[in-house]
């Protein structure tokens, strides 16, 4: 599916202190799933501005998924980058077209969808995704600790 927002939001997880932590955990992770997820967090750096997510995104054709946290920051920059008018009062054209432009790749990126293609309801995940309980960082934390206690408590 080329769904880059899924992969962006599935890094953060893992990232995410309560899961980070879990050494233990993490040690009984195969070598190859450890060398993919590095190779993901590498794809998905904010490095360079996010330089190789980009030419990841220019070589592969839509339809696809965008990660979607890029765009804000585009206009953002433009914006805080750029006056809406130059010295002598005169929109500034050079500014508008940038804009257009992030605005056209999220257009494109909606207008060539999936259509056509099928794809099966999975009714099982379906389910637990609806039932799922949302936890807070805090109680994403306390969880974490259950399954491993801190340093200190280990010895």
């Given amino acids: 599916l080329h769904n880059y927002n899924g992969c962006f939001a599935i890094l953060a997880g893992l990232q995410a202190p309560s899961v980070s932590r879990l050494r233990l955990s993490w040690e009984r992770v195969p070598k190859k799933e450890i060398k993919l997820y590095e190779t993901l967090l590498q794809f998905s750096s904010f490095t360079r501005n996010y330089k190789n997510y980009r030419n990841a995104l220019n070589e592969v054709p ?7 946290g890029v765009f804000p920051k585009d206009i953002t920059a433009i914006e805080e980058n750029a006056p809406n008018v130059d010295g002598c009062g005169r929109i500034n054209f050079a500014k508008m077209r940038q804009l257009y432009s992030v605005i056209k790749h999220i257009c494109e990126y909606q207008r060539k969808g999936f259509d056509g293609q099928q794809f099966s309801r999975q009714i099982e995940l ?30």
């Fill in 126 to 155: 379906e389910h637990y995704l609806r039932t799922l309980k949302v936890m807070n960082n805090e109680q994403q934390f306390a969880l974490s600790l259950l399954c491993e206690p801190k340093e200190s408590s280990l010895t």
């Fill in 62 to 68: 839509p339809p696809l998924i965008p990660y979607i």
